[in-house]
């Protein structure tokens, strides 16, 4: 069965952090997914191991930091994986090989699962350049938000063949995958407002990913307007309620608590 994990950063950041923490646990998520902490968050990680939460972690890594920094937290945090967007689309082969090497070594030597996952202006920018990556690391697994792709190539259902075949051969390499719908133009659309032959082209690369690791990490990653991703009316106000739209995508996987 797959692991369900809810982005702490969908709800509000004013929001109390327990408050935020039942939410998710009683919408039926087995884990909630958060930056890493520092020492002084180390009691909010407390406070969702205590509402009976799984943790996952996410990170950006620029260019110019080393990596062990976020296998340490991770690992200090109980975390049970680690996501991160890693610079360097811009580098050489030589050095993106480095970079993975490296990020796949501080895996192993923390215990902690690493997913490099699929953004813009990240290491895995370009499409045809990710795939070459996972030919030169058999074991290197992805974190697939696959919104950003759509949106680079504007895909429109039915995607082109030649698309979809590739994006179907990234889900097959996910060791987590980032519940996220769009009709091509934003990285985030309402969940009404996708096409249903759109939907359905997420759905299909989610069920290839489900296939090839049955415990795979599904999570709803929705962000708020602070983040540039929520859709605006022209009077700033936001479209759609992302909460429901959260709660729209886990449906299939979740079981609610009472």
């Known amino acids: ?37 520092v020492a002084a968050d180390l009691p909010d990680v407390a406070a969702a191991s205590e509402a009976g939460l799984a943790l996952s972690g996410c990170a950006h890594l620029p260019e ?28 050489d082969t030589a050095w ?39 030919d030169r690391h058999p074991e290197l697994l992805l974190c697939g938000d696959f919104s950003h792709y759509t949106v680079m190539a504007e895909l429109r259902a039915p995607w082109p063949v030649a698309w979809a075949e590739a994006l179907h051969t990234l889900a097959g390499r ?22 249903a032959a759109q939907s359905a082209e997420f759905h299909a690369l989610w069920s ?3 296939a090839g690791t049955p415990d795979l990490l599904l999570t709803t990653e929705l962000l708020p307007a602070a983040f540039g991703y929520d859709r605006l009316d022209l009077d700033g106000v936001p479209i759609g309620d992302i909460w429901t739209d959260t709660l729209a995508l886990a449906a299939p996987w979740s079981t609610p608590r009472q």
Not at 69 to 88: H, I, K, Y
Not at 176 to 185: A, D, I, K
């Open 208 to 210: 290839t990913a489900l």
């Open 64 to 91: 110019d930091l080393p990596a062990e920094p976020l296998f340490e937290r991770a690992a200090t945090a109980g975390m049970v994986s680690l996501n991160a967007q890693v610079d360097g689309y811009w580098r």
């Open 96 to 134: 993106q090989d480095t970079r993975v090497r490296e990020l796949l070594s501080l895996s192993e030597k923390y215990g902690v699962p690493f997913f490099l996952e699929t953004h813009r202006h990240r290491l895995t920018q370009d499409l045809r350049s990710t795939l070459g990556l996972l």
């Open 174 to 195: 996910c060791g987590e995958v980032h519940l996220r719908l769009n009709n091509g133009q934003s990285v985030q659309d309402p969940v009404p407002a996708v096409a």
């Open 1 to 37: 069965m797959p692991r369900l994990h809810c982005s702490l950063l969908t709800l509000p950041a004013d929001l109390p952090l327990a408050e935020r923490l039942t939410r998710i646990a009683q919408a039926g998520f087995d884990g909630v997914q958060m930056p890493l902490p």
